[in-house]
């Protein structure tokens, strides 16, 4: 039976389910952190000890960790189970799996990056020799987010750790039998004072944005990142900021269109859409949209089978709040494929709207969830205008044969980082940086880059004795001019 067909006769259904009354926020019970204050200054007297600027103490540090990942796997799978609903397979492959693959490429690359890097002088400076030192900022903030609640608090940590920092990590309060379990394994990991750990809410983030840290790093909300750049700004304190946005995904007509929809499916549909940078809404070639919005459908159809919602795998909304906003930005006059909520399991259906425009409430904010508009257009210079239009999104997918639309969308079209023919799956690797641009938020981390970002780089100029030239030196004369513009130019 044809997807489209079938899911377009749920739509009453749909309208019913969507009209259900949602049952009142549940409590949480916060954890106290104990005193912020007395945890700064455990961290700043470890890091005056100096005993964090020993590689070796580093790497350390970094196998105890790994050794702790891997003997509570089962627990850690267990929470993720239990804030997110995620499945045992999808909790290795997000969250434990690439965790441990940064902590693999760091240990193995950590020396080398620690070391000075020598840069060849130039003759202004002779003699002399150029290098550049890293050194670690000294005590660090991570704040993670609830989404993914274990890689997204430890793979930063990872850096700051590597980097030489001591760390104070800071889970969400949304996603509480992880967070308890990832203070219990860096209790059980780290000395203390060199990462610590603050459970709790909003007055406990408030607590710790009004320390001085040496670094912040955020993860999370546009709007509360906006928040932790204005706090750290009264002590001058660099961060990064890896946000959200509505991140497009292009689909142009000559693209292959099986391959398109499956690989949108996976990145929408993970986590149930509550990845940064899941394809937030589609831009889709009106000569192949209805050919694509079936293949899509059959493909979740495929995934999640007929009834995703009894899926064992497929997860739900992290909370009510968050299951109210998702579940109102459906319009069952759209909906051609899915539109089911369980009020009840907060869970929402993978679904597909159709017939969409820019003015559609699904287009004014983050979606979030499982829920995927298509908008139809007539060429791709229509599409690029559409995202230029708009605040520079975290990801763009692009999904295209051809390489001239490939060079043009990579060259003109601003974003945080991407695929081409695929989506979600750049952010899977140590080898390169990830991080936004604009409203999407500013630095970037993973691999080297995650070192660099907890690293002050210091350049460092070594000047010869045997030889000192009287150029800059008074008296100034024509001659020395001369020299210097031969020099200087």
């Not at 790497?59 to 189970?81: G, N, V």
């Not at 995703?308 to 795998?313: I, K, S, V």
């Not at 991080?435 to 070192?451: D, E, W």
């Not at 150029?471 to 004369?477: I, N």
Request: some cysteine; proline content about 6%; glycine content about 8%.
């Amino acid at each position: 039976m044809n997807p489209l067909a079938s899911a377009l006769r749920r739509t009453r259904q749909a309208r019913t389910c969507l009209a259900a009354p949602v049952p009142p926020c549940r409590k949480r019970t916060a954890q106290a952190p104990g005193d912020i204050g007395s945890v700064m200054e455990r961290q700043r007297a470890f890091f005056a000890t100096g005993a964090t600027i020993d590689v070796d103490f580093r790497l350390r540090a970094l196998k105890r960790l790994d050794e702790a990942i891997r003997s509570h796997e089962a627990e850690i799978k267990s929470a993720l189970r239990q804030d997110l609903g995620k499945s045992s397979f999808e909790g290795y492959l997000c969250e434990i799996g690439l965790t441990l693959s940064e902590l693999g490429y760091q240990t193995s690359h950590l020396r080398r990056w620690a070391r000075p890097r020598h840069v060849l002088p130039d003759l202004a400076n002779f003699p002399s020799s150029y290098r550049v030192v890293p050194e670690p900022y000294g005590v660090t903030l991570v704040m993670s987010p609830w989404n993914y609640p274990f890689m997204l608090a430890l793979e930063p940590l990872i850096g700051a750790v590597a980097a030489g920092n001591c760390c104070v990590v800071k889970p969400s309060a949304y996603s509480p039998a992880t967070s308890a379990l990832i203070a219990r394994i860096l209790r059980e990991t780290f000395e203390p004072g060199h990462v610590d750990v603050v459970l709790g809410g909003r007055a406990e983030n408030a607590e710790l944005l009004e320390q001085r840290f040496d670094y912040i790093f955020f993860t999370g909300s546009v709007e509360v990142g906006k928040l932790v750049q204005q706090k750290a700004a009264r002590h001058l304190t660099p961060v990064t900021l890896e946000l959200g946005g509505k991140s497009p995904c292009v689909i142009a007509r000559d693209a292959d269109l099986d391959v398109a929809a499956t690989r949108v499916a996976f990145g929408k549909w993970l986590n149930v859409g509550q990845t940064c940078v899941a394809p937030d809404y589609v831009l889709v070639d009106e000569a192949v949209e209805m050919e694509f919005a079936e293949k899509l459908a059959a493909a979740a159809a495929r995934m999640y089978g007929a009834d995703a919602l009894g899926n064992p795998d497929y997860g739900h909304l992290v909370n009510e709040k968050h299951f109210k906003r998702v579940s109102s930005l459906i319009d069952p006059a759209k909906v051609v494929y899915g539109g089911r909520v369980s009020p009840e399991t907060l869970q929402v259906e993978p679904t597909i709207m159709m017939g969409c425009s820019g003015d559609d409430p699904a287009m004014q904010q983050e979606i979030f969830g499982p829920v995927l508009p298509i908008i139809s257009v007539r060429s791709m210079d229509e599409a690029e205008a559409f995202v230029k239009g708009r605040e520079k999104p975290l990801a763009l997918y692009l999904f295209t044969r051809d390489k001239q639309l490939e060079r043009r969308f990579l060259g003109h079209v601003p974003f945080g980082g991407g695929c081409v023919n695929d989506t979600i799956v750049h952010l899977a690797t140590s080898r390169m940086g990830f991080g936004g641009v604009g409203a999407s938020g500013m630095g970037a981390y993973h691999g080297r880059r995650s070192f660099e970002t907890f690293s002050h780089l210091k350049s460092v100029l070594k000047k010869g004795t045997w030889c000192d030239l009287p150029l800059r030196y008074q008296p100034y004369s024509a001659a020395k001019l001369s020299l210097v513009r031969l020099f200087l130019r």
